[in-house]
């Protein structure tokens, strides 16, 4: 920004003193029945001087007729304005100032001088100082000085300048007034990345969400994906864990478009990548192409929206050197409770009586050890175990660090940024922990005037360690009455040999590296202005290498140190010891040939063509081996294993497209927008005959506030209004490898001949294929509306969109005698609807400055035309439903009488008792209720188990060199389900009892009044089944609101820095997902799955210098 104002003001100086002129200038014209506005700028031409005035002057609509030859300017001038209410002025520097005329003899009035500078200084030249109210007022010279005569005492001056904030300065008397005007990145030229080039944002006819990248590295995480929760409306990111390195679990663009893979495509610099990949530092924005207007450039793969991600490159300033440092601490943010060794005893003996009143009050455990259990255990551990599986396994806090280097700089020829960055992030249990390497480079090259280059590099090392045992699922259900250690420190047997910490301990190690190698190479030719050829080449490198040494884990007894006692887990798994490799080996090349013209024709006509060729191949191979029986439990390599227990794998394929694409955009007078786009791809993943698709979009916007008929309503506090439309199809040919041919099986098979048994190569064809599959197509239409108020301090962004998808690949079931599986055909439906909504306001109040922005978005996905396919389970994909949306009973609280147990409805008539979950007879086989519960008849659906009404936001403040931002994200509601590893009591017949029933379930101790209000059924392990079957039962509003990441920080003054050869510094402290309010029972957090590593709270200290 500061290059540019530089080279402006260079501009105006060389104007002033190249062109400098005067008033007798001699002008010939001949112009009739002409308005004012048309004859200045021919008035510009002939003289060589600049006209300045604003669209509220009177009479510029007003016909003339000019005819003057050998005429100076002063002359022509007043000619022109005979007649009007226009009055003119002749500066020194080739510049003409138009004002109203006024009458001066009304109010008292004065001289105003003054200087309009930005905030390091630097004259501002050109800056508009109007006299509120009306026409009247000036531009700043060369050194940001202006004049104003005859201005009311009591005026107010509204000053402006194209990129910066707009200010209102009340005269008050004053002859004097200098104005400090601040940079409101918000109204520059604001470029938004879309496919294969950039628009300005107020161009834009689309729906494309962005989010620049100091926001995203702001969240202070390492997985760019999951960075971007909450950051742009319409785009849903979820996620299950935060374990170290992981990445988002799923992330979905406007909802669902296919019951297939709905995943969005991914752009890295224009060409296919991994959004995980890229370091958040190195992001310069990330682009979200919504709506088949944006998408439809990408074609057959954009049918779940695009993703493009552009990194940062260098300007040509000097060179510069900036070190980024972090280290920290990773803190679970909850872990669910679980009863105490009290309780437990005598909850399970109550759940045993429940079941077999018949057989007393203490069938698991006997009176002594339910009463003397905890004083038993001082005395004698190894018998009477307490112990507290989660302090033993997880730590408190694990630590983490981040280290980065970046270089920029260079010259006109020549301009290189690199970054080389490290990450770390520690584990909470075990010798768990993430490591990541990653290098970028990022090269631009002039060569000539028509010829430039750019040849980028980016590597990326990741490596993941951890136990080969995960211990969350067994931790939270295993009983504390269970040992993990002996009093000694010897792991011991658990649960019959079910000991999650002896398993993580002594179970052997997983080791998982990803190698990631990718460049860009391209050559841009301008042959002449506005035409530009480009030609791109990319490939990447991908190594990836997969270790698992299982190891036979084995305990002691508790009195024989030396005797081995049986094996962990009990199951076999832990027995031997098993090493297994895998490597996979992949690459992939993109090649482009665009073509770009740009041009402006009569001042009004602004077009754009673009046109181009993409070809893209991908190759996969994966090696896997593995040996058994391991002797030697220290050398982790196959050639140390058993020949005799062997085993290996491989597998390999390869994929390829080729696309021809085309755009043309076009705007009048900037206000009236169209864009078209059109894509026609081939994929190898079809047959021949139906590789082929051809994907159009139409879009349109119509920039109200440009319209003479919206000025002239003088709305001060409207700045922008611009409405939209889109029109588009997309495909999707992410539907699996070559679906269209049949796949034969290998194996191998054991048969006795001639008194011998062999050993053969087996192959059979295990699908029945349909050739004619081809691309599931979605087409997709979109409202928008981009508003702006009070000088762009709050603007507004809404869309309404819906979209439908038609041939989804479904399986079409044939008869089992033909011996094939089903083949895929396409014949499903399905269709979205939802709307986005993003607010935001930026301003300052002296060196105070402030801005809130939201984004709100909700969808709903529903089922079409499947054919009769359902996909049942407790959530279903069936005509009508939802995606995903829940199906299960009715429920109709507990059985609490005799009599209504009797005479009610029940799914197992044997074992249901009182205290149990009453469910609603819905149907029968005649279409009315039967008497009966059963899974065909009774169960519905029960509502979508998706995320609605999704928000984010952020807050930022500054105050000097101080500094502090705040970002949220949530769900306003979810039919979320309480998972029976949450309420379920003993879990696995020997489970321990969730905290959050204890005191809130029916009891046969408890009294009428109590049992009424109970919460959750009785204790049972017999009819289990049908207390936790999914119904509305175990449904509640899973909505939650989390502070996702709060900064404080604070910049050294520049003078400090400066004395010692610093050019800035920053510290600051951070912390992420500090805490989260919802619903969710204690311990569970709504991004937690039941068996996953818990969700942390990243507190982080860290510093930024620049060289």
């Not at 958040?280 to 074609?299: M, R, T």
């Not at 190698?517 to 050559?523: D, R």
């Not at 593995?626 to 062997?646: A, H, S």
């Not at 939802?882 to 009797?902: A, R």
Request: charged share 20%.
């Amino acid at each position: 920004m500061r290059q540019n104002k530089m080279i402006m003001r260079s501009l105006v100086l060389l104007g002033a003193l190249f062109f400098w002129g005067n008033s007798f200038a001699q002008i010939s014209l001949s112009v009739n029945k002409q308005t004012i506005k048309q004859i200045i700028p021919q008035i510009e031409k002939a003289s060589g001087y600049n006209v300045f005035y604003t669209d509220k002057l009177p009479n510029l609509e007003t016909k003339k007729d000019l005819n003057v030859s050998n005429a100076s300017l002063e002359t022509v001038l007043k000619e022109l304005f005979k007649g009007t209410k226009i009055s003119f002025e002749i500066k020194a520097n080739k510049q003409i100032l138009l004002f109203q005329q006024t009458n001066k003899s009304v109010g008292a009035k004065k001289k105003v001088t003054g200087r309009i500078v930005d905030e390091n200084d630097e004259p501002l030249i050109g800056a508009s100082v109007i006299i509120k109210g009306s026409t009247e007022g000036t531009i700043t010279n060369i050194d940001g000085e202006y004049t104003l005569e005859d201005v009311p005492e009591k005026a107010t001056l509204t000053v402006s300048y194209v990129g910066y904030i707009p200010a209102s300065v009340a005269v008050n008397g004053k002859s004097a007034i200098n104005v400090v005007l601040q940079e409101d990145s918000k109204t520059l030229e604001e470029v938004v990345v879309i496919g294969y080039g950039t628009v300005k944002k107020k161009d834009l006819t689309g729906a494309v969400g962005s989010v620049g990248g100091a926001e995203v590295a702001a969240r202070k995480t390492t997985s760019l994906s999951t960075a971007l929760q909450g950051t742009i409306p319409g785009l849903m990111v979820t996620r299950n864990n935060n374990a170290p390195g992981a990445n988002a679990d799923k992330i979905y663009v406007r909802g669902i478009t296919t019951i297939g893979n709905s995943d969005p495509l991914v752009i890295v610099d224009g060409v296919p990548g991994d959004i995980n990949s890229v370091n958040a530092n190195d992001v310069e924005s990330i682009s979200v192409l919504k709506d088949a207007a944006s998408a439809a450039i990408y074609g057959s793969r954009a049918a779940a929206g695009v993703i493009l991600v552009t990194t940062k490159r260098a300007s040509d300033k000097e060179l510069s050197l900036t070190y980024n440092g972090e280290f920290g601490w990773e803190i679970p943010t909850a872990e669910p409770e679980v009863v105490g060794v009290q309780r437990f005893l005598e909850m399970a003996n109550e759940l045993r009586y429940t079941d077999n009143p018949d057989g007393g009050k203490y069938q698991a455990y006997s009176e002594d050890q339910v009463n003397n259990w905890v004083k038993n255990n001082a005395t004698n551990p190894n018998q009477y175990p307490i112990t507290d599986w989660q302090d033993l396994i997880l730590e408190k806090s694990a630590t983490r660090q981040s280290h980065s280097i970046h270089l920029s700089g260079g010259s006109k020829v020549v301009k290189t940024k690199a970054s080389l960055a490290y990450d770390e992030v520690g584990g909470l249990y075990g010798d768990r922990y993430f490591q990541r390497y990653t290098l970028r480079v990022n090269n631009d090259f002039n060569i000539t005037q028509k010829l430039s280059a750019t040849l980028d590099f980016n590597v990326k090392r990741t490596k993941h360690h951890m136990p080969q045992f995960t211990p969350f699922g067994m931790m939270r259900y295993m009983p504390a009455i269970y040992a993990g250690v002996w009093d000694d420190g010897r792991i011991a047997e658990g649960k019959s040999g079910a000991n999650p910490y002896g398993l993580m301990k002594l179970g052997g190690t997983t080791k998982k590296w990803y190698t990631a190698l990718g460049g860009k190479a391209s050559i841009d030719f301008k042959p002449f202005d506005g035409f530009k050829i480009s030609a791109i080449v990319a490939p990447r490198f991908n190594y990836d290498k997969f270790k698992t040494f299982k190891k036979a884990a084995s305990y002691t007894l508790a009195d024989d140190p030396n005797t081995i006692g049986g094996y962990l887990d009990n199951s076999g798994l832990y027995n031997t010891t098993k090493l297994s490799e895998t490597r996979n080996d992949s690459y992939n090349v993109t090649t482009q040939l665009i073509a770009n013209y740009a041009k402006k024709f009569a001042g009004k006509h602004d077009i754009n063509l673009m046109a181009g060729y993409e070809n893209y191949y991908e190759y996969i191979e994966e090696l896997g081996a593995d040996r058994d029986g391991y002797v030697l439990t220290n050398f982790p390599y196959l050639n140390n294993g058993p020949k005799d227990l062997i085993g290996n794998s491989g597998k390999g394929k390869e994929y390829a497209y080729r696309s021809y694409f085309g755009r043309v955009m076009y705007s009048y007078a900037d206000r009236y927008l169209f864009q078209a786009n059109i894509r026609h791809d081939g994929s190898s993943r079809f047959a021949k005959k139906h590789r082929w698709g051809t994907f159009p979009s139409f879009s349109a916007g119509w920039v109200l506030s440009e319209e003479n008929f919206m000025k002239n309503l003088n709305w001060d506090w409207l700045s922008f209004l611009k409405i939209r439309a889109t029109w588009g199809a997309l495909g999707n040919e992410r539907i699996g490898d070559f679906p269209y041919m049949s796949t034969i099986a290998f194996g191998n098979t054991i048969f006795y001949q001639n008194n011998g048994i062999y050993f053969d190569q087996t192959a059979s064809q295990q699908k029945y294929a349909i050739e004619n599959v081809t691309w599931e197509k979605t087409e997709s239409t979109d409202i928008g509306l981009d508003i702006s108020f009070l000088n762009n301090r709050l603007r507004v962004n809404g869309d309404y969109y819906w979209k439908n998808t038609k041939d989804m690949l479904l399986a079409m079931a044939i008869p089992d005698f033909l011996g094939f599986s089903d083949p895929d055909v396409n014949a499903g439906k399905m269709s979205t609807k939802g709307y986005e909504l993003n607010v935001s306001w930026n301003d300052h109040i002296g060196d105070f400055s402030y801005g809130i922005a939201i984004n709100f978005s909700d969808f709903t996905s529903k089922m079409g035309d499947l054919q009769g396919t359902q996909f049942l389970g407790d959530k279903v994909k069936m005509e009508g439903s939802e995606f995903n949306e829940w199906y299960g009973y009715v429920s109709d609280g507990l059985f609490l009488t005799e009599e209504d147990l009797k005479n009610s409805p029940k799914i197992n008539d044997k074992n249901t008792q009182l205290g149990d979950i009453k469910y609603k007879d819905i149907s029968g086989p005649d279409g009315v209720p039967d008497g009966k519960i059963s899974p065909e008849y009774d169960r519905v659906l029960l509502g979508s188990s998706l995320p609605h009404f999704l928000y984010g936001g952020n807050i930022n403040l500054g105050y000097k060199n101080f500094d502090i931002s705040l970002a949220f994200q949530g769900v306003g509601k979810q039919n979320a389900r309480l998972a029976r590893e949450m309420v379920e009591p003993f879990r696995n017949n020997y489970g321990n009892f969730p905290a959050i029933i204890d005191g809130n379930y029916w009891s046969p101790y408890n009294t009428d009044e109590q049992n009424a209000v109970a919460k959750y059924p009785r204790l049972t392990h017999v009819n289990k089944s049908s207390n936790y079957a999914m119904s509305d039962y175990w449904l509640f509003n899973g909505g939650y609101f989390r502070l996702k990441n709060i900064t404080l920080g604070y910049t050294f003054p520049k003078e400090w820095m400066n004395a010692i050869g610093i050019k800035g510094a920053r510290i600051y402290a951070s912390a992420s997902d500090l805490f989260c309010l919802s619903k969710y029972p204690k311990g569970w957090d709504p991004e937690m799955g039941v068996s996953e590593y818990p969700i942390t709270t990243s507190i982080l200290l860290g510093v930024s210098v620049n060289f």
